[in-house]
C-alpha cells in the first residue's frame, strides 16, 4: 500500500494508490441523503470491484495489475478508469438519474448523470440489514445505458 494518499481519486494511478485512497477515504458505513430519505451505505473492506474489472477468456493481464480479493480466491485486474471514478460513486447514489433491478437478486443498479464524455455511471448496491452495501461502480455508455433501462425492470433508489 502507498505511504501517502493522493487528495483526490481522478489523480489515482497505482493499485497501491488506489487501495490507500479507498482505505482512507470509504472503508466503513455513511448516511447519505436520496431525496430527503436517509439511507446508510457501506464500502467493505474487501471489496475490490470498485477499482478493478473481471478477467475475461484469453486475457493475460500483467502480474502487477492483478488484484486478490481479501479471504476469497477472486482474482480481477486493476482498472485506473474505475479506481478514478471513486469519488463520484457517493454522488450518484445521492443524486440518481435513474435505477432499475441489478443482476443478481436484491440489488439496485442506480445511475448518475450524463457527463461530459456523454457516459454514466452505474452504482450496484444491496440491501443488508439495516444498509446498504456498494459492491460496484463502473462507466456506461448511453448505448450500454439503454440496453440496462430496456432489459431490467425499472427499480426505485431510494427503496
Known sequence: MADYVVI?????????ETWAYYTAKFIGVREIRVRGVAISIQFAADE??????KITAGQTPSPDKLVYRPKSSEVRYFSKTRARLLDRIVATLENPAGSVDAKERGGIMVFGPVD???QRLAVVVYQRDERWLVRTAFP???KA???YKRSNRSSPWPP
Do not use: K
Not at 483526490?8 to 497501491?16: G, P, V
Not at 475490490?48 to 474489472?53: A, N, P, Q, R, V
Open 140 to 142: 456506461l455508455t448511453p
Open 145 to 147: 445505458f439503454m440496453a
Open 116 to 118: 461530459r464524455d456523454g
Open 48 to 53: 475490490i470491484h470498485l477499482f478493478t474489472e
Open 8 to 16: 483526490r481519486s481522478d489523480l489515482l494511478e497505482t493499485i497501491d
